[in-house]
C-alpha cells in the first residue's frame, strides 16, 4: 500500500538553529507533494506544494522543499528557526490516476526554543 | 470572507448518542472530506466526496456517516456505532481532488 514516512516524530530546537524535517514516499509514479503546518490553536495551512518543474520550491515563511525522485523524497527544510515556528508538520502526496486521495504522514512536532 | 467552517469548535455527547458535525465551504469547491487527528495518528481519511450528491469511505468509515446534498455542505455524523469516537474531526474542502486542500478550524468532540 502507498504510504508517507516522516522520519521525526519530534524534534527540538534553538532558535537560529537549521532545520530538516524528512518526507519520503512509496509511490513510483507521478505525484504531486505538499507540506502543511498546524500551529497551536490553528487549521491546518499550506507550506508549499509541488507540481512539477523546479524540484526546489520555496514556500511560505522561508521555508523550502526538495524533490529527489531518485530518492522518493520531499524534504523541508528552513535554515533558520524561529519561536513561531512551533507548530506541527505534515508531509502529503496524491498520486495521479483515478484514486485521487491526500496520503499523509505522521507528522513531526517541532518545538523551537526561544 | 472565502473560506471553511467548522461548527460548533467543542462539542460534547453522551455515549449512545449519535451527532452531526458541520462543515460549509463558500471556496466553490467541488471535492470535501472529513479527517480525524489523533495524537501520533496524523491525519486519517473518514469521507470524502468530488461532487455533488457523491461520496466514498475513507480509510476509516466505519461509525461514520455523510451526506452531500449541497455543493458548500458536507455534514459528518458520528453515530453510536464507532468505537472510540472522541477525537478532534477535520473538514477540508479542494478545486478538484489531486490539488492542495484547506482546512477548516476543526471540531473537538468528546463522548462521555
Known amino acids: 500500500a502507498q504510504s508517507v514516512s516522516q522520519h521525526n516524530h519530534h524534534v527540538i530546537l534553538s532558535e537560529a538553529a537549521s532545520l530538516e524535517l524528512g518526507c519520503n514516499y512509496s509511490y513510483g509514479g507521478t505525484v504531486n507533494l505538499f507540506w502543511y503546518v498546524q500551529y497551536p490553536g490553528q487549521h491546518l495551512q499550506l507550506l508549499l506544494k509541488?507540481?512539477?518543474?523546479d524540484p526546489l520550491v520555496k514556500g511560505i515563511k522561508g521555508f523550502e522543499a526538495e524533490f529527489i525522485k531518485s530518492k522518493f523524497s520531499f524534504n523541508l527544510r528552513k535554515p533558520s528557526v524561529q519561536w513561531s515556528d512551533t507548530a506541527e508538520y505534515f508531509c502529503a502526496v496524491i498520486r495521479a490516476g483515478n484514486n485521487r486521495k491526500l496520503i499523509w504522514g505522521l507528522g513531526t512536532s517541532l518545538a523551537v526554543n526561544p | 470572507d472565502g473560506g471553511i467552517t467548522q461548527s460548533p469548535k467543542y462539542l460534547f455527547r453522551k455515549e449512545g448518542q449519535n451527532v452531526t458535525l458541520s462543515c460549509e465551504q463558500n471556496?466553490?469547491?467541488?471535492?470535501m472530506y472529513w479527517y480525524r487527528q489523533d495524537p501520533g495518528q496524523g491525519l486519517r481519511l473518514i469521507y470524502y466526496?468530488?461532487?455533488?450528491?457523491?461520496?466514498q469511505k475513507g480509510d476509516i468509515a466505519e461509525g461514520y456517516s455523510v451526506s452531500r446534498e449541497k455543493k458548500e455542505s458536507f455534514p459528518l455524523t458520528v453515530t453510536s456505532a464507532q468505537k472510540n469516537p472522541t477525537a478532534f474531526y477535520l473538514c477540508?474542502?479542494?478545486?478538484?481532488?489531486?490539488?492542495?486542500?484547506?482546512f477548516g478550524q476543526g471540531t473537538r468532540l468528546t463522548v462521555v
Open positions: 477540508a474542502s479542494s478545486p478538484r481532488g489531486d490539488v492542495e486542500a484547506f
Open positions: 509541488y507540481f512539477s518543474g
Open positions: 466526496s468530488q461532487i455533488v450528491n457523491d461520496f
Open positions: 471556496l466553490n469547491h467541488d471535492a
